[in-house]
């Protein structure tokens, strides 16, 4: 199994700064790889897919890219909705997998 | 507008059984692969298995293969999982989720599943 690492698993930020997830796979997954933003008590909702395309109706400032087995979620300026867990996940190969997740906090 | 709706979670005994179901509306689910995904209480998330979009293809996790079932009914738009040997590490918010490039696109509002005596 392809396991992934996410990290920092909790990041303190403030309204406007620019942030940065990483996720690290075990094993390469190409460009196999989406991130999710999810809130308490909701789905988890896809913000990139395919390392870097942006998912339809997701603001400009989240941006994704990297390839094979490193791979980083930018939020280019942090707004308030955006206080919320990050998860990367891997659709390269079966069974997929998911990071641990990233709770980015005030 | 593309709504997922799951149902038939609940109270179980462990070693029982549930089936849960996807109501799938808004798109033509004919022509999606789907998944579902399980988050435990305060947890990740962890998926468990895929259906092609013909449903002739499946695959599921290590955790619940040989339990779990997935299948779907396209004249019904319709995905199901049947849990069967339920375990108390099964207890999870349980999610259905649509495919799309590789990535899950469009998710239901989850049902919960407790395995608890």
């Known amino acids: 199994d392809i396991q992934m690492t996410q990290s920092p698993s909790s990041l303190s930020a403030s309204v406007g700064d620019r942030v940065t997830i990483t996720c690290r796979a075990s094993?390469?997954?190409?460009?196999?790889l989406n991130w999710y933003q999810q809130k308490p008590g909701k789905a988890p909702k896809l913000l990139i897919y395919t390392a870097s395309s942006l998912q339809g109706g997701v603001p400009s400032r989240f941006s994704g890219s990297g390839s094979g087995t490193y791979f980083t979620l930018t939020i280019s300026s942090l707004q308030p909705e955006d206080f919320a867990t990050y998860f990367c996940?891997?659709?390269?190969?079966?069974?997929?997998?998911f990071g641990q997740g990233t709770k980015l906090e005030i | 507008e593309v709504q997922l709706v799951e149902s038939g979670g609940g109270l179980v005994q462990p070693g029982g059984s549930l089936r849960l179901s996807c109501a799938a509306s808004?798109?033509?689910?004919?022509?999606?692969?789907m998944n579902w995904v399980r988050q435990a209480p305060g947890k990740g998330l962890e998926w468990l298995s895929y259906?092609?979009?013909?449903?002739?293809?499946?695959y599921y996790a290590a955790s619940v293969k040989g339990r779990f079932t997935i299948s779907r009914d396209n004249a019904k738009n319709s995905l199901s999982l049947q849990m069967n040997s339920l375990r108390a590490e099964d207890t999870a918010l349980y999610y259905c989720a649509r495919g799309y490039t590789g990535g899950f696109d469009d998710w239901g509002q989850g049902t919960l599943v407790t395995v608890s005596a």
């Open positions: 808004g798109f033509t689910f004919s022509g999606y692969e």
């Open positions: 996940h891997q659709s390269y190969s079966t069974p997929h997998t």
């Open positions: 259906i092609s979009n013909s449903g002739n293809t499946t």
């Open positions: 094993q390469s997954t190409r460009t196999y």
